[in-house]
């Protein structure tokens, strides 16, 4: 199904995104597993979201890539001045923000775009 993301749905996806990073690294450090992290559990999802609800390709290639080199800058940024498991939750949830933004903002431009009635 090729349709293009609607902002509540974006928000939605967002905050779910914020909730798992927030209680897996919340779990994590109950645990003591510093070595273990949530985001391949939230790209799991995310690639899912995609695969069933919105398949526009440039989309998912421009967040993912946005998505990948906020998390990689923000993790080491973080890192230095917050706990493992703080810098990495933010981390995650400020790049699955960012990704989900980006994607929004191409799928709905690359609609437009295609639109017929446009």
């Given amino acids: 199904m090729k349709q293009p993301v609607v902002w509540s749905e974006a928000v939605l996806v967002i905050a779910a995104c914020w909730a798992v990073s927030g209680l897996g ?3 994590f450090a109950a645990l003591d597993e510093p070595q273990l992290s949530v ?8 690639a899912r979201w995609f695969f069933t609800r919105h398949r526009w390709w440039r989309a998912a290639i421009a967040a993912g890539s946005v998505g990948t080199v906020v998390l990689s800058g923000l993790v080491d940024v973080l890192r230095r001045d917050l ?3 703080v810098a990495d939750a933010l981390a995650t949830g400020a790049a699955a923000t960012v990704a989900l933004t980006v994607f929004t903002l191409v799928g709905r431009a690359s609609g437009r775009r295609h639109d017929p009635a446009g």
């Fill in 25 to 27: 690294y919340g779990l």
């Fill in 83 to 85: 706990d493992k498991y």
């Fill in 39 to 46: 985001a391949p559990l939230i790209c799991m999802g995310l």
